[in-house]
């Protein structure tokens, strides 16, 4: 009789992947050839590590956590406004910052009332095709919560404590344009995290498939 179940067993659907939003842990994204994209992203494949969310007072965003080759990693969320847009984040070192901007200028951006206004010195070979000439700072300390879950499938805790997620402050700039911003997290123990930020139409990924 098992016989017989298995033969008329209908068989087990592939996973289709249509739409960003349903990125999971191992799935597959390959990026477009456009040289509007930094080498780093052009006619690359990345695979998801990690999914993890980011919790403000309005909003929680998913972040998928990038590896592609030579161990770059990179963090993908999504920008919805009226359209949505990838945001593709690359994290840099302080030399990185050194070489970019008038450190002094830089301090601005934590101080009151938030207006710090920064202008490119010279870009790495990291920052390179991530960078513009002159941001205008957005955001100002503005408080969240990281955690380690995927906000889709996990609830988040709404207490505080060990599951409520690590606090941050949150410090933004954008070029005139729009499409590339700078991210500042700085946790509670002080440390510091510095992004470069892309912003960039969803049809720049060509390919999604499940990872195996």
């Given at each position: 009789?098992?016989?017989?179940?298995?033969?008329?067993?209908?068989?087990?659907?592939?996973?289709?992947?249509?739409?960003?939003?349903?990125?999971?842990?191992?799935?597959?994204?390959?990026?477009?050839?456009?040289?509007?994209?930094?080498?780093?992203?052009?006619?690359?494949?990345?695979?998801?590590?990690?999914?993890?969310?980011?919790?403000?007072?309005?909003?929680?965003?998913?972040?998928?956590?990038?590896q592609g080759h030579d161990n770059l990693e990179l963090y993908l969320t999504l920008d919805v406004d009226d359209k949505t847009y990838l945001k593709f984040s690359l994290k840099i070192l302080h030399q990185d910052v050194e070489t970019l901007f008038d450190l002094d200028n830089f301090a601005e951006i934590f101080d009151e009332p938030g207006q710090a206004q920064l202008?490119?010195?010279?870009?790495?070979?990291?920052?390179?095709?991530?960078?513009?000439?002159?941001?205008?700072?957005?955001?100002?300390?503005?408080?969240?919560?990281?955690?380690?879950?995927?906000?889709?499938?996990?609830?988040?805790?709404?207490?505080?404590?060990?599951?409520?997620?690590?606090?941050?402050?949150?410090?933004?700039?954008?070029?005139?344009?729009?499409?590339?911003?700078?991210?500042?997290?700085?946790?509670?123990?002080?440390?510091?995290?510095?992004?470069?930020?892309?912003?960039?139409?969803?049809?720049?990924?060509?390919?999604?498939?499940?990872?195996?």
């Amino acid at each position: 009789m098992s016989f017989f179940k298995n033969i008329f067993k209908k068989p087990t659907q592939e996973r289709k992947l249509n739409n960003v939003e349903e990125l999971t842990l191992g799935d597959i994204i390959v990026m477009s050839d456009s040289f509007g994209l930094p080498a780093a992203l052009r006619a690359q494949e990345f695979q998801v590590s990690a999914v993890n969310s980011y919790e403000f007072e309005h909003k929680t965003l998913a972040e998928w956590v990038l590896q592609g080759h030579d161990n770059l990693e990179l963090y993908l969320t999504l920008d919805v406004d009226d359209k949505t847009y990838l945001k593709f984040s690359l994290k840099i070192l302080h030399q990185d910052v050194e070489t970019l901007f008038d450190l002094d200028n830089f301090a601005e951006i934590f101080d009151e009332p938030g207006q710090a206004q920064l202008t490119r010195i010279a870009d790495s070979n990291t920052t390179s095709g991530w960078s513009s000439d002159l941001y205008q700072q957005s955001t100002y300390a503005q408080v969240g919560f990281f955690h380690r879950k995927d906000h889709r499938k996990d609830t988040l805790s709404p207490y505080e404590g060990k599951d409520s997620g690590e606090q941050f402050e949150l410090y933004t700039l954008y070029n005139e344009d729009q499409d590339k911003g700078i991210d500042i997290e700085v946790w509670q123990d002080g440390d510091t995290e510095v992004f470069l930020t892309l912003f960039k139409p969803t049809t720049d990924i060509v390919d999604m498939y499940p990872g195996s």
